[in-house]
């Protein structure tokens, strides 16, 4: 049991706590799951970008998805072998890729012709074979939120089948370019496997015809999307996901690469705020905490629902409020109609589920300090970033005030 108020008094609020053994058991899980065939987990850390906890998956053997130069850094800062880097993303800057090429990563996801145009003549110019993979886009829909949504003609990301193809035999045929991975990557959030196997039937049939033509890959990178429960959820079991994968890559000799994100990290993670006020409008009751949209958005971006544990002596009878934060916008909230007793000043609300796409969303809007972020490996517990300070906000403006 986490002990949510100590936390809160030492480290203050708001506060993100992270579990990393939980983190770890899930990851051997996943992992798990695909024994019999080479595999491997490239966490997606855009769902937790902080240093420590990609730390703490490279330790366990993890590889990275990247959707940024930025994150490419923190991968190798963060001690990710090279080798285990992937670069995704729909509008990846000149810049960007000629960083990748020089970095020698695994290999950079290509999402269209033209940049598979632009990462060639770049290659050319470094004198490099760049390794790519193609992001297909199988027309499938992943019943998921239509903000997370990916593999949809009407999503930006990817290229249908026939590009696809083209594209692979275009890098086949150039000095430069060295095509060794195909990735499809549906939606987040994914909670029913049909749409998963279909969509891995489309790509594994992709490669079987590249093989026809004598076009070789290495890699089936079947993305992220894993749901998992914040309320309740069904949910994929890994089992049933990695064998739904298998069944479809029978006689195909191909490293599978998974890119989990959320459920490695999500319920991990707890974000711990406090408390300011209670208040009423009319009949409507809102309790005012020190935590805004700026530190967690997923509510007011997705109307995603978060479990709340109200931390508190009160023993008064449960009745409906909105949790709000301090941010002006009407859209700042954590909860509408959440049942919980009358609260105190300084009682403490733990959100759950925030280990993903939590603190990796946040702001400073309103020019609010990031909070602090701490881990919890075993008995110990470590700050793994401080909150911001003011200084902090302001830093790259002040010298231009006089100007
Ligand atoms: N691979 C690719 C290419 C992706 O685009 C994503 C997520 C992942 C892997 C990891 O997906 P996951 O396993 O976490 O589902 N901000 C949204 C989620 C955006 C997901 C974007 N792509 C949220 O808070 O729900």
Same mark, same amino acid.
């Given at each position: 049991?986490?002990?949510?108020?100590?936390?809160?008094?030492?480290?203050?609020?708001?506060?993100?706590?992270?579990?990393? @053994?939980?983190?770890?058991?899930?990851?051997?899980?996943?992992? /798990?799951?695909?024994?019999?065939?080479?595999?491997?987990?490239?966490?997606?850390?855009? /769902?937790?970008?902080?240093?420590?906890?990609?730390?703490?998956?490279?330790?366990?053997?993890?590889?990275? @998805?990247?959707?940024?130069?930025?994150?490419?850094?923190?991968?190798?800062?963060?001690?990710? +072998?090279?080798?285990?880097?992937?670069?995704?993303?729909?509008?990846?800057?000149?810049?960007?890729?000629?960083?990748?090429?020089?970095?020698?990563?695994?290999?950079?996801?290509?999402?269209?012709?033209?940049?598979?145009?632009?990462?060639? $003549?770049?290659?050319?110019?470094?004198? #490099?074979?760049?390794?790519?993979?193609?992001?297909?886009? +199988?027309?499938? @829909?992943?019943?998921? &939120?239509?903000?997370?949504?990916?593999?949809?003609?009407?999503?930006?990301?990817?290229?249908?089948?026939?590009?696809?193809?083209?594209?692979?035999?275009?890098?086949?045929?150039?000095?430069?370019?060295?095509?060794?991975?195909?990735?499809?990557?549906?939606?987040? =959030?994914?909670?029913? $496997?049909?749409?998963?196997?279909?969509?891995?039937?489309?790509?594994?049939?992709?490669?079987?015809?590249?093989?026809?033509?004598?076009?070789?890959?290495?890699?089936?990178?079947?993305?992220?999307?894993?749901?998992?429960?914040?309320?309740?959820? %069904? %949910?994929?079991?890994?089992?049933?996901?990695? =064998?739904?994968?298998?069944?479809?890559?029978?006689?195909?000799?191909?490293?599978?690469?998974?890119?989990?994100?959320?459920?490695?990290?999500?319920?991990?993670?707890?974000?711990? %705020?406090?408390?300011?006020?209670?208040?009423?409008?009319?009949? !409507?009751?809102?309790?005012?905490?020190?935590?805004?949209?700026?530190?967690?958005?997923?509510?007011?971006?997705?109307?995603?629902?978060?479990?709340?544990?109200?931390?508190?002596?009160? $023993?008064?009878?449960? /009745?409906?409020?909105? *949790? *709000?934060? +301090?941010?002006?916008?009407?859209?700042?909230?954590?909860?509408?109609?959440?049942?919980?007793?009358?609260?105190? &000043?300084?009682?403490?609300?733990?959100?759950?589920?925030?280990?993903?796409?939590?603190?990796?969303?946040?702001?400073?809007?309103?020019?609010?300090?990031?909070?602090?972020?701490?881990?919890?490996?075993?008995?110990?517990? !470590?700050?793994?970033?401080?909150?911001?300070?003011?200084?902090?906000?302001? #830093?790259?403006?002040?010298?231009?005030?006089?100007?």
């Amino acid at each position: 049991m986490i002990n949510f108020k100590e936390l809160a008094a030492t480290y203050k609020t708001p506060l993100y706590v992270y579990d990393l @053994d939980y983190m770890s058991a899930q990851y051997e899980e996943l992992k /798990s799951a695909f024994k019999g065939r080479k595999s491997i987990m490239a966490f997606a850390i855009k /769902s937790n970008s902080n240093l420590s906890v990609i730390k703490h998956f490279a330790t366990l053997g993890s590889g990275a @998805d990247c959707v940024s130069i930025g994150e490419v850094y923190r991968a190798v800062l963060a001690g990710v +072998p090279n080798y285990k880097i992937i670069f995704s993303g729909v509008g990846k800057s000149d810049d960007e890729i000629t960083q990748a090429i020089k970095l020698d990563i695994l290999y950079i996801n290509v999402e269209s012709e033209a940049e598979l145009g632009r990462v060639e $003549l770049i290659a050319k110019e470094l004198g #490099a074979k760049c390794r790519i993979s193609i992001r297909v886009n +199988p027309n499938i @829909d992943p019943q998921t &939120h239509p903000y997370i949504s990916t593999g949809l003609h009407d999503n930006k990301f990817g290229v249908e089948i026939d590009t696809a193809k083209r594209m692979y035999i275009k890098a086949n045929n150039s000095e430069y370019l060295d095509p060794v991975g195909i990735h499809f990557h549906i939606g987040s =959030q994914l909670t029913e $496997l049909k749409p998963i196997y279909e969509s891995a039937e489309i790509v594994a049939d992709l490669v079987r015809s590249l093989q026809n033509i004598k076009i070789e890959l290495k890699f089936f990178d079947i993305g992220g999307g894993l749901g998992v429960k914040y309320k309740d959820e %069904t %949910t994929i079991t890994p089992y049933d996901y990695a =064998q739904a994968i298998l069944s479809t890559l029978k006689g195909l000799d191909l490293t599978v690469i998974c890119e989990p994100g959320r459920f490695l990290t999500a319920n991990g993670g707890y974000f711990l %705020t406090k408390v300011l006020y209670e208040k009423r409008n009319g009949d !409507k009751r809102f309790v005012v905490v020190d935590g805004g949209m700026n530190d967690l958005l997923r509510p007011s971006l997705y109307k995603a629902y978060h479990k709340i544990e109200a931390i508190t002596e009160s $023993l008064t009878k449960l /009745s409906e409020a909105d *949790v *709000v934060g +301090p941010v002006c916008e009407s859209g700042d909230f954590f909860a509408k109609g959440y049942l919980l007793p009358t609260l105190e &000043h300084n009682d403490l609300l733990v959100i759950h589920s925030a280990g993903a796409y939590g603190f990796g969303m946040g702001s400073n809007y309103n020019t609010r300090g990031r909070s602090a972020e701490v881990a919890i490996k075993g008995k110990e517990v !470590k700050l793994i970033r401080k909150r911001e300070e003011f200084e902090d906000l302001i #830093a790259l403006e002040k010298e231009y005030l006089d100007n």
